[in-house]
């Protein structure tokens, strides 16, 4: 497989946006193996081998198991996952594939109950960083296999 560009190298202050983005998603108080776990369920959704590489890498840096990241595409079939983690991805879903299924009040009330305003905001610019770096990795062609966490 070979990249199509090489985006971060040719554009890098286009990126920095997205870094700040990610910088104030780090620092949000956000659980970091539940930020994990959003961007690789997204990754996932989405198709995105470059992600899917570094986040499960990542995940398993910060504690996650084998186990809990082998069943996260089916977590909705399994007990390994917490309300307030079945929520996030329920709202990872739903924000990911939002052009198919708007979301609707009662999905945002679920979610709600178990973040507070400051962590909703959180929790959506988590996603909404994840599916930007997944179309640049995915229109670009980014080579995954090569990330050391």
Known sequence: MK??????????????????LEHYV???????SLYELVKTRASQ??????????????????????QRLYA?????????????????????EAMTLVAQNHIS??????????FTDKEMVALSMSIVAINGWNRLAIGFKSVPGNYNP
Request: aromatic share 12%.
């Open 3 to 20: 990249s199509r560009l090489d985006y971060q190298n040719i554009a890098s202050e286009a990126l920095k946006g997205m870094l700040e």
């Open 26 to 32: 780090h620092h949000s108080g956000l659980e970091r």
């Open 45 to 66: 959704i989405n198709g995105c081998a470059y992600c899917l590489d570094i986040h499960t890498k990542d995940a398993r840096k910060y504690g996650e198991t084998e």
């Open 72 to 92: 996260l595409s089916a977590w909705r079939e399994t007990p390994f996952f917490t309300d307030r983690e079945r929520a996030a991805l329920e709202w990872t």
């Open 105 to 114: 009040d009662e999905l945002y009330n679920q979610v709600k109950s178990f």
